[in-house]
């Protein structure tokens, strides 16, 4: 059975930093891309950054400069490292792992890990 499970949410004042960690589990030879997302209440999920394997990260605009995205292929593992955190960046945050191919053969499509709370106060 795939996964992802996350580490590393909870409460931070503004101007504060929190890290966020994932790691897939599973029989896993490879993944094409892992990220992260995130929901605030009454809004819709979001892109927040991605990495493709052997590419430059994307970010989405509003957290450019301050959150950095990073991988290790060899762990299967995603980290966000968020700074300058505002109280806008409260949110559930997801991480995602797309196009995971298994030692066994076969790929599987996507997966989404629990989730995460990250709230920052004002």
């Known amino acids: 059975q795939v996964q992802l499970v996350e580490s590393g949410g909870g409460l931070v004042q503004a101007g504060g930093s929190l890290r966020l960690s994932c790691a897939a589990s599973?029989?896993?030879?490879?993944?094409?891309?892992m990220g992260w997302y995130r929901q605030a209440p009454g809004k819709q999920r979001e892109l927040v950054a991605r990495i493709l394997s052997g590419s430059t990260p994307t970010y989405a605009d509003s957290v450019k400069g301050r959150f950095t995205i990073s991988r290790d292929n060899a762990k299967n593992t995603v980290a966000l490292q968020m700074n300058s955190l505002k109280p806008e960046d409260t949110a559930v945050y997801y991480c995602?792992?797309?196009?995971?191919?298994?030692?066994?053969?076969?790929?599987?499509?996507?997966?989404w890990g629990q989730g995460t709370q990250v709230t920052v106060s004002s």
């Open positions: 995602n792992a797309v196009g995971l191919h298994m030692t066994g053969g076969g790929v599987v499509g996507t997966i």
């Open positions: 599973g029989s896993i030879f490879s993944i094409n891309a």
